[in-house]
């Protein structure tokens, strides 16, 4: 469906020109209707939150993958930067499993549990910056999309209308990969999986800051639809 057939079919008739004329400045379409399909469910979005991106349900796809290759069954899940919810609630709909999900802006988090509710799925959303994360619990899983666009790197133009901090990161984009990793190393199960999307090689320098964090684990990259090498997993045994 093209963008036009999707103002038509969610903007009401009054607002349609207004709309149009929104389309054609470059404003995203998904927040000029308010929602966007992601994994077979249907996600509120507005400002205050990433759009989410076909990319990311294939994080979503491997994700699933692994953790069955691994053995992983009714998994307690951690997400962090959960920003719409999109990916805690596509696991939820497909797993036996608990889900927790953080994020440091209380309005997204606003959205994601508008969303649980849209799709009928019960997580804990927590507003909460990672920096300040302490747990007790143990998970199976830890899965995040973070901020990975270094700063002052070119992105689509399309995304100045995103939270930008949610986009761009210090260290050369690889910022939050070193907090999360370092404030969740003590909180995994004995049998865990980490998912990670990230940037364009990336890979390159979080294979040795992993292998300093958790020396004895198994790193493996994946490629995107566009052979980008876009996530990263890392577990206990053989992936």
């Not at 400045?25 to 205050?48: A, H, R, W």
């Not at 994080?59 to 990916?87: A, M, Q, R, W």
């Not at 995040?144 to 995103?162: F, M, Q, R």
Request: net charge negative; aromatic share 12%; with cysteine.
């Amino acid at each position: 469906m093209s963008d036009e057939e999707l103002i038509k079919k969610y903007v009401p008739n009054d607002n349609y020109e207004e709309a149009l004329q929104k389309l054609k400045s470059g404003y995203p379409v998904q927040y000029i209707i308010g929602n966007v399909e992601f994994y077979n469910s249907l996600i509120k979005v507005n400002e205050n939150v990433l759009i989410p991106r076909f990319e990311t349900e294939y994080l979503v796809e491997k994700t699933i993958k692994y953790l069955k290759k691994i053995n992983i069954n009714n998994p307690k899940i951690l997400e962090i930067g959960t920003g719409s919810g999109c990916i805690a609630i596509a696991l939820k709909k497909h797993l036996n499993c608990d889900v927790d999900a953080i994020d440091i802006n209380p309005k997204a988090i606003t959205i994601a549990k508008d969303n649980a509710i849209l799709n009928k799925v019960d997580i804990n959303f927590m507003h909460l910056d990672i920096h300040d994360f302490k747990s007790e619990n143990k998970y199976d899983l830890i899965i995040s999309n973070p901020p990975y666009v270094p700063i002052g790197n070119e992105v689509d133009e399309k995304t100045k209308y995103e939270p930008q901090n949610a986009i761009f990161a210090s260290d050369n984009g690889l910022y939050f990969y070193k907090i999360i990793l370092n404030k969740v190393k003590n909180n995994l199960k004995p049998n865990y999986l980490i998912a990670f999307e990230i940037g364009d090689k990336e890979e390159i320098y979080l294979d040795e800051y992993i292998k300093t964090i958790l020396p004895n684990s198994y790193i493996k990259i994946e490629k995107d639809y566009n052979n980008y090498e876009r996530y990263l997993f890392v577990s206990n045994s053989q992936i």
